[in-house]
T-cell receptor
């Protein structure tokens, strides 16, 4: 099992450019999440999805968009990159029949710099 | 807005010392998780606590969930350099998690 995979590992963008961060999981998890982590800080939820075709905003959704056309994939789109979006982005997935007991599995992260 | 505050923010101790990290909120959570994150990697789950007052042990690590399910603590006995990392608590809401601010621990040999 590959678990949660993310591409690319590193990326440098110029202000105003667009890009898509890819995330895929092969564990048949129904829940998927995108977080950003600024240096030395905790994780902030950007968007999440509870199943294919269903997405919702987290704490910091501005400047991002997501889609969930399949169970496996959950790409994150940055339309007009800004320096404030410089961060490390983590994708995670989880599965549980009871809300209170699920474990999140994290990908290795994408380090994005906007200059 | 649900917030989770962790303290201390930074901790540098000598090998063999004991330490406690706190995770506090004004909100009630259905469960609370603790993660450890090493540089360049994603967080890895250490434990999930579900019941108010619950205590779980993982080798030298002891986790406690507050009676009111608003706070938690992580106690490490006889810390080792391998315990170095960023410790994160996360409270479970409906379908999503709220992460704490993090505690960066450094254990010196």
């Amino acid at each position: 099992n590959a678990g949660v995979t993310q591409t690319p590992k590193f990326r440098i963008l110029k202000i105003g450019q667009s890009m898509t961060l890819q995330c895929a999981q092969d564990m048949n998890h129904n829940y998927m999440y995108w977080y950003r982590q600024d240096p030395g800080m905790g994780l902030k939820l950007i968007y999440y999805s509870v199943g294919a075709g269903i997405t919702d905003k987290g704490e910091v959704p501005n400047g991002y968009n997501v889609s969930r056309s399949t169970t496996e994939d959950f790409p994150l789109r940055l339309e007009l990159a800004a320096p404030s979006q410089t961060s490390v982005y983590f994708c995670a997935s989880s599965y549980s029949k009871t809300i209170s007991s699920y474990e999140q599995y994290f990908g290795p992260g994408t380090r994005l710099t906007v200059t | 807005t649900q917030l989770l505050e962790q303290s201390p923010q930074f901790l540098s101790i000598q090998e063999g010392e004991n330490l406690t990290v706190y995770c506090n909120s004004s909100s009630v959570f259905s469960s609370l998780q603790w993660y450890r994150q090493e540089p360049g990697e994603g967080p890895v789950l250490l434990v999930t606590v579900v019941t108010g007052g619950e205590v779980k042990k993982l080798k030298r690590l002891t986790f406690q969930f507050g009676d009111a399910r608003k706070d938690s603590s992580l106690h490490i006995t006889a810390a080792q350099p391998g315990d170095t990392g960023l410790y994160l608590c996360a409270g479970a809401g409906t379908y999503k998690y709220i992460f704490g601010t993090g505690t960066r621990l450094k254990v010196l040999a």
